[in-house]
């Protein structure tokens, strides 16, 4: 409990230091917001009206003043107004997030699916050829960007079996779970592939540290199987890694995968906030980044209590 209170107090003081960055950090772009926000149509507008749409949208004061306003209004829940919406920045959000919370999990459960078990595999069959056919696979896997798997997958299903990615109009899975999963299936094997190569290598290792601990040794000359040597004493113990991995890689996937979200034309949260630095919408960059860190700092903090639940022997917040 000391350890959950000391780690929720520092929330609000890293999304602070979060929140001054990426204030600073958006306005230091070239370009002007209102200028991108009507495009061609900018240059219609007389300078007066100019200084009335940056009046109404609090761009007319001091970085101080408006990073004061924002802060203040961050504290009642009210990120601001997105000047390509037109809409609250909250409003915005929570319309794209959902599907790229749905993207991460599955991507997750690509990953984890396929990289575990291969691990395991190849610790178990350790310098045998099955063994260094998964440690190629993986390292291939790894130096691999997810938007040429992406691009590989969207080719092979072209040209060799005339099938192409379901694009358009994302469905909600409330409304067609098919229709969403058949969207969601090769942005999240895109992203899953990526995130596998990882898994793999982490669970390999970690088993085998593990299979050469005393007390697996006891095991088995206590009698106990081999299935149950590996399932139930080694890898619990060998899981810890793994989570850590995971934790952070769902913290990534969570802020966006833009490169696959364009790829596959996905309206999720990574290709919303590069449209909105495109189009100079302070605002909502800043409200979605600080939404990001937020869940990011959640999810870590998820994973430190899992090690506990996974290990019963790390108490978190007492001794070190």
């Not at 045998?128 to 997958?153: E, H, K, N, Y």
């Not at 996937?253 to 034309?265: N, T």
């Amino acid at each position: 409990m000391t350890y959950l209170l000391r780690r929720l107090i520092t929330f609000p003081l890293v999304m602070l230091g979060v929140s001054v960055l990426v204030f600073v950090a958006i306005r230091l772009v070239p370009g002007d917001s209102i200028t991108a926000m009507l495009g061609t149509e900018a240059g219609l507008l007389t300078p007066q009206q100019k200084q009335a749409l940056a009046a109404y949208f609090g761009l007319d004061q001091s970085w101080l003043v408006q990073y004061g306003r924002w802060l203040l209004g961050v504290l009642s829940a009210d990120l601001g107004l997105s000047v390509t919406y037109g809409k609250p920045v909250l409003d915005v959000i929570l319309q794209r997030f959902p599907l790229t919370l749905e993207l991460a999990c599955l991507s997750m459960v690509v990953a984890i699916g396929i990289g575990l078990p291969l691990g395991v595999f190849a610790a178990t069959r350790r310098e045998r050829g099955s063994d260094l056919a998964v440690r190629i696979f993986a390292m291939i896997g790894q130096s691999t960007p997810s938007f040429v798997i992406g691009l590989m997958i969207i080719y092979v299903l072209s040209a060799g079996f005339g099938i192409l990615p379901a694009m358009g109009q994302f469905i909600p899975f409330s409304e067609d779970p098919l229709g969403n999963i058949g969207q969601l299936i090769l942005p999240a094997l895109t992203l899953g592939l990526s995130f596998t190569a990882s898994v793999t290598r982490i669970s390999r290792s970690a088993m085998l540290d593990v299979l050469s601990d005393d007390y697996v040794r006891t095991a088995r000359s206590k009698g106990a199987t081999r299935r149950r040597v590996i399932w139930r004493h080694a890898l619990p113990n060998a899981l810890i890694p793994v989570v850590t991995l995971s934790g952070v890689e769902f913290g990534y996937l969570l802020g966006g995968a833009v490169l696959v979200e364009q790829i596959f034309a996905l309206p999720g949260l990574g290709r919303m906030v590069l449209d909105a630095i495109l189009q100079r919408d302070y605002a909502l960059v800043q409200g979605s980044v600080l939404f990001v860190a937020l869940n990011f700092m959640i999810v870590n903090l998820l994973v430190d209590l899992a090690y506990v639940m996974l290990d019963p022997r790390i108490r978190l917040g007492g001794r070190s």
